[in-house]
């Protein structure tokens, strides 16, 4: 099944290298209007024939870029092949890069999508605004003066213009995908999204693989850097299963890879609201909504690496991991003064706290990293395994539990090493 869909990606790719810009492949520059319009007029003339649409370097403008005004909505059987190019949000867009079409504002009963694909060809870069509007989470308050004000606040033009919300929500994620079944995505890098780079819901089967971010928290307007929250690269909320995430690095303002399943009750949102950071629901309806069989490969981050959050009766379990490497860099300051793990396993702060047991079967090995914590259990997770860990901080230990251990059940260790730095070493 591996090497049969290497081969479908690798005949995308000659396909799209060899085939020229005619009638016989499907691109936005055969179509008017400016860069979105073009790009959705593609996609629903691909909808009706080959399912497959190329965007080029080249726009037909005249310019090597492509403008997003809006989101860019992608229907099941849609694969979007993205030949080095380069598409960034315009300073007047509030909204995602790229979304399924099957959820949004006011969709209050999304139905399921299948086999979307989004592939890079060469040196394919999507970036967020010069001057965005609006960044940061659902719980971020905009301000135009990020870099002195204190709270949960981010950079945003919208800040204090009449009739502009005041908070961010879902549409700052660049890429927003939910209820798809079949979802692959890569060769892309990321610059700046104006929140999590890529998020996902309730999606199963998705390949993602040869991601590179460039996601710090700050952002220059005007030779002055704006602070932009909660830059995570790849979120996997409610019911996401059946993932394989290889190949992915990243300059982050947080999470590389963050798995939450979260039963946040009171605090509930539902499906279509455009104040809640989820664009589907935030309630857990069951085990349908745990997050499971993910497989993450081959990471590397100046910041934390991969972060599993549960709280109250929502699951995740069955999470593999091999190979995450968390290096702080000189040259791009950690946020908040330092990573605090290259592995979370539990946190809190999301509701009520993790029911014993939910966050289970998590195995993970070759893990290095230099910030607070090598690994840190904050929840009493059961039947884990942690193997082969080399720890260069300054904690001691290369495993810390913010929790009474003897809540654990089942938990290993073995060769989890804790290696001492001097002042000098790494200059």
């Known amino acids: 099944m591996k090497h049969l869909f290497i081969s479908f990606l690798v005949s995308i790719v000659l396909s799209a290298e060899a085939l020229p810009i005619n009638d016989s492949v499907i691109t936005p520059n055969s179509f008017r209007g400016n860069d979105t319009e073009r790009i959705q007029a593609a996609i629903d003339a691909a909808r009706k024939s080959t399912g497959k649409i190329l965007i080029p370097t080249v726009n ?65 870069v999507l970036k967020g605004a010069s001057n965005p509007r609006s960044t940061g989470d659902a719980y971020r308050t905009l301000t135009l003066h990020s870099e002195s004000e204190k709270g949960r606040i981010s950079y945003g033009t919208d800040a204090g213009k009449q009739g502009r919300k005041q908070k961010g929500d879902w549409r700052n ?7 798809v079944d079949g979802f692959s995505l890569t060769n892309i890098r990321v610059e700046h999204s104006h929140a999590w780079a890529i998020s996902f819901e309730r999606t199963r089967n998705a390949y993602l693989s040869d991601l590179r971010f460039h996601n710090p928290e700050t952002i220059k307007i005007n030779g002055v850097d704006k602070k932009v929250y909660n830059k995570d690269a790849i979120n996997l909320r409610h019911g996401c299963k059946y993932f394989r995430i290889n190949n992915i690095t990243g300059i982050n303002g947080d999470d590389l890879i963050a798995l939450s399943s979260l039963d946040a009750a009171p605090y509930y949102h539902t499906n279509g609201d455009v104040n809640s950071y989820q664009v589907t629901s935030t309630r857990w309806n069951g085990p349908e909504d745990d997050t499971e069989q993910i497989f993450i490969t081959n990471c ?88 082969n860990g080399i720890y260069t901080g300054g904690a001691g230990s290369a495993v810390i539990y913010k929790i009474d251990k003897n809540r654990v059940r089942n938990v290993k260790e073995i060769n989890m090493e804790s290696v001492n730095r001097t002042e000098d070493s790494g200059r």
């Open 60 to 124: 037909a403008n005249g310019s090597n870029l492509w403008k997003i005004d809006h989101a860019i909505l992608l229907p099941s059987d849609m694969t979007v092949i993205l030949d080095n190019c380069i598409l960034q949000l315009s300073d007047s867009c509030r909204d995602n890069m790229f979304r399924s079409d099957n959820v949004g504002i006011g969709i209050i009963n999304p139905q399921w999508n299948k086999n979307i694909s989004i592939v890079g060809i060469g040196e394919v």
């Open 173 to 179: 994620n660049l890429i927003q995908i939910a209820y």
């Open 300 to 387: 590397q981050t100046n910041y934390t690496g991969v972060a599993i959050r549960a709280s109250d009766s929502a699951g995740i379990h069955h999470v593999y991991i091999n190979g995450v490497i968390t290096k702080e860099r000189t040259d791009t300051p950690p946020p908040y003064g330092g990573s605090p793990y290259t592995l979370l396993v539990g946190g809190g702060g999301y509701g009520s706290a993790s029911v014993a047991g939910k966050i289970n079967n998590i195995f993970a090995m070759n893990l290095m990293g230099d910030g607070k914590s090598l690994i840190l259990i904050e929840s009493p997770i059961a039947d884990c395994m942690f193997t």
